[in-house]
C-alpha cells in the first residue's frame, strides 16, 4: 500500500500491557501535499475482538448444526431403510398370508362381529356355498343361515363378544345361492389385532354333506336292523307258543 500509495486495512492481535490479547482492524488512507508527495496516513484502529469472538461462535454453531444435520440424515436414512426393509417383510407376510387365504382348501369367511356383515371369503367358501365374493360383501352370515340353524349360530356368535371373547363350534346348514342347504362343520374364532381391535370373527367351513348322509344312511340301516330283529323276536316268540300249546304232541328230531 505504501509503494503504491493506496489506502489500506490491516487486521492483526495485540498485547495489551496487562498481557491481554485483541483483534484489531487498521483503516488509514494516505495523505498528500501540494505537490502530490505523500506526507503521511491517516487512520484509525478499532477493536474487533468481540465481533470475531461472535464470528467463531456462530461459526462453532453453524458446524456443529452441520454435524448433527449430517447424522439426523445419517439416522433418518437408516431409519427409511429399515422401515422399507419391514414394508417389504410385511409385504411379502401379507401376500403369504393371501396365498394361504385365497389358497385353503377350507372354505374361510371374515365377518363383522357385531353385525355380522360378511367382508371377505376365500374361493373354498364360495364352492362350498355357490355364491360369489361380490355378491357375499353385501349380505350378513345369518342371510345364509338355515332358518332352523341360526338359533344355534346365535349363541356361537353371541360367545364371541367382548374382549374375553371365546371360540366356538357347530354343525350347521349354509343357504347355497340355489336355495339349497349344505351341512357344514364351522368353527368360530374371535379375531384380536395387534393395535386392540376385536372386532371380526374367523369362520372356518368345512363340507360335511356327504359325512351327514352317511350317517344318515347308517342309521337307516341300523334302524331297519333292529326293526327286523324285533319282527325275528316277535316270529320266535309266535312259533314258541304254537309249540308249547298245540293240542297234539310235537317234538323236534335231528
Known amino acids: 500500500a505504501l509503494a503504491q500509495r493506496k489506502s489500506f ?3 492483526h492481535r495485540i498485547v495489551r500491557p496487562n498481557g491481554v490479547i485483541r483483534t484489531v482492524v487498521d483503516r488509514a488512507v494516505p495523505r498528500f ?12 484502529t478499532i477493536d474487533v475482538t468481540e465481533e470475531r469472538q461472535n464470528e467463531a461462535k456462530i461459526l462453532a454453531l453453524s458446524e456443529n448444526l452441520e454435524r448433527r444435520v449430517t447424522e439426523r440424515t445419517a439416522e433418518l436414512d437408516a431409519i427409511h431403510r429399515q422401515l422399507q426393509t419391514a414394508l417389504d417383510q410385511s409385504s411379502k407376510q ?13 372354505g374361510i369367511m371374515v365377518c ?9 371369503v376365500n374361493r373354498a367358501f364360495c364352492s362350498i356355498t355357490g355364491w360369489i365374493e361380490a355378491d357375499l360383501r353385501h349380505k350378513t352370515w345369518r342371510e345364509i343361515t338355515v332358518d332352523s340353524d341360526l338359533a344355534k349360530s346365535n349363541a356361537v356368535a353371541a360367545a364371541t363378544l367382548g374382549r374375553d371373547g371365546k371360540a366356538g363350534h357347530l354343525e350347521k346348514r349354509y343357504l347355497r345361492a340355489d336355495g339349497s342347504g349344505v351341512w357344514c362343520s364351522t368353527h368360530v374364532v374371535p379375531l384380536a389385532w395387534s393395535g386392540g381391535s376385536h372386532d371380526q370373527n374367523l369362520v372356518i367351513v368345512e363340507d360335511i354333506t356327504r359325512r351327514r348322509q352317511s350317517d344318515s344312511r347308517v342309521l337307516e340301516a341300523r334302524r331297519a336292523i333292529e326293526a327286523a330283529l324285533a319282527r325275528s323276536r316277535d316270529a320266535e316268540a ?10 297234539l304232541g310235537v317234538a323236534l328230531i335231528d
Not at 112 to 120: L, P, V
Open 94 to 106: 401379507a401376500s403369504l398370508l393371501d396365498t394361504m387365504f385365497d389358497q385353503a382348501p377350507l
Open 238 to 247: 309266535r312259533y314258541r307258543t304254537m309249540f308249547e300249546e298245540a293240542p
Open 9 to 11: 486495512e490491516l487486521e
Open 33 to 44: 501535499d501540494a505537490t502530490g508527495t505523500l506526507v503521511s496516513y491517516v487512520g484509525a
Open 112 to 120: 363383522d362381529r357385531e353385525t355380522g356383515r360378511i367382508e371377505r
